[in-house]
């Protein structure tokens, strides 16, 4: 492709230089006409003379390679130069030659050379002479097939190159692309937090770094997500198991006696509800850690999800005869953009650990307040009677497995989970969960969203 543009290129140029020599011959012949026209005259003979007495170097006469005849209005020639070597420059004038400006045209010698002619009219001495003057361009397209020589010499020099320089020059720019999958094939899954080196994040291969380092950072949060799930789960199942075993190799132990049959199914049908309830637990945090800003969300009013979960706690609620109060400025236009179903599950955990630490007859309040923070924020308030948070454990409530040593939350304690799935939803979300330190009877949790603004 590249040669057939340089061949393409060396015959534009080839032609535009023999049109634009072709002019400058004009141009040169009609000047040489003008100045014959003065210095023609007739003798005392009546013949027609030509001065030669106007030129002070040899290199500098007029005629030294051109050609002239002289015709009269009759065709006779009157004057003819010695470079013709007596061949007629060219027939008869034709009808109109020279008549109106100066006519340009080929002519071919009886030598075979092709002269570059033009004609012009000249009155002189009452006679009306027609001028010829020509150029051999027998010297000029020597040359010109001298230049397309070396033309068609220069495009296979140039070919080579522009080779070697588009060698070096892919070399140089595909260097740091060699780099990047040399390092990228140095990543394994035991170093997935290695990174590629972005050395200009303005261009194309600094920006195909970025992306993938993006992507190594998706891959080890997964691969983050999938160990800690994977040890959490062989955490907590290995005791129910080894709890249900146990029961099991007892009860064969005692013998044939029914009652202890049914004592020890029992106890494994208690210890088997505990333990799909973490398994369910372990699988809703997995899902809530997978929670991308990418997944899909929907922007939804809170206060009415709030009155949601508390109609699905409604029996427990009125079995403990606790008294729900919902106190503070109206909320009903402040919405939020999240996960609808896990936000619900979050407030769930909230409000059923509230309701689980109330005693009998309490009361629980839940307040909304709109914050003046950077950006609108809606905080909710769930604020229980019950034996409250021991002191040192307000934030250690969202570990996983965390259970209180305090002896009056200890008995009701679940698997861990809830408050660590809830910290996690509400953080995927962009807000902050808390309890309230400052707080001297009860619990108060807090939980603060980011209200969304169309």
């Known amino acids: 492709m590249l040669a057939v543009l340089l061949l393409l290129y060396a015959a534009l140029v080839f032609a535009f230089q023999y049109v634009v020599l072709t002019r400058q011959i004009f141009h040169d012949e009609v000047q040489d006409v003008e100045t014959v026209e003065g210095l023609l005259f007739f003798d005392v003979h009546g013949a027609l003379q030509l001065r030669q007495d106007y030129y002070s170097r040899p290199q500098s006469h007029l005629l030294i390679d051109r050609m002239m005849e002289v015709l009269d209005s009759s065709g006779t020639v009157l004057y003819r130069s010695p470079t013709l070597n007596g061949m007629p420059l060219s027939g008869p004038p034709r009808p109109g030659e020279g008549d109106s400006s100066f006519d340009e045209h080929l002519v071919r010698l009886r030598d075979g050379s092709h002269v570059f002619l033009i004609s012009h009219i000249h009155d002189m001495q009452g006679r009306r002479l027609l001028i010829r003057l020509g150029y051999d361009l027998g010297p000029l397209r020597s040359r010109m097939y001298q230049f397309f020589v070396l033309l068609l010499v220069a495009i296979p020099i140039a070919l080579g190159l522009a080779a070697l320089a588009g060698q070096a020059i892919a070399k140089r720019a595909l260097r740091p692309l060699n780099r990047m999958a040399q390092d990228t094939e140095q990543i394994t899954a035991s170093n997935l937090h290695h990174r590629l080196e972005v050395l200009n994040p303005n261009d194309e291969l600094g920006h195909i770094a970025q992306v993938f380092n993006h992507l190594l950072n998706r891959l080890e949060q997964a ?232």
Do not use: W
Request: aromatic share 6%; hydrophobic share 40%; glycine share 6%.
């Open 223 to 454: 691969f983050i997500q999938l160990q800690r799930f994977t040890a959490d789960a062989a955490h907590e199942l290995r005791t129910p198991i080894a709890a249900l075993r146990t029961v099991g190799e007892v009860a064969l132990e005692r013998g044939q006696d029914s009652e202890v049959y049914r004592e020890a199914i029992g106890s494994i049908l208690e210890e088997t509800a505990r333990l799909n309830e973490t398994i369910d637990s372990l699988l809703l945090l997995a899902r809530a850690e997978a929670t991308q800003p990418g997944n899909p969300q929907t922007v939804f009013a809170v206060q009415p999800l709030v009155d949601e979960v508390l109609d699905l706690l409604q029996v427990v609620i009125d079995e403990r005869r606790i008294s729900v109060i919902e106190e503070g400025s109206p909320t009903e236009a402040l919405n939020v953009r999240a996960d609808k179903p896990l936000l619900r599950i979050a407030i769930l955990n909230v409000l059923h650990n509230a309701v689980k630490f109330s005693p009998t007859g309490s009361t629980l309040r839940i307040s909304y307040n709109q914050l003046d923070k950077l950006s609108p924020t809606l905080c909710i308030g769930f604020h229980d009677q019950g034996p409250g948070i021991a002191t040192g454990e307000h934030e250690r409530v969202f570990d996983r497995f965390f259970t209180s040593s305090s002896l009056a939350t200890a008995p009701m304690s679940g698997a861990g989970l809830g408050l660590s799935v809830a910290k996690l939803v509400i953080q995927r979300i962009g807000g902050e969960i808390r309890f309230d330190q400052d707080v001297r009877s009860g619990a108060r949790c807090l939980i603060e969203l980011p209200v969304f603004e169309r």
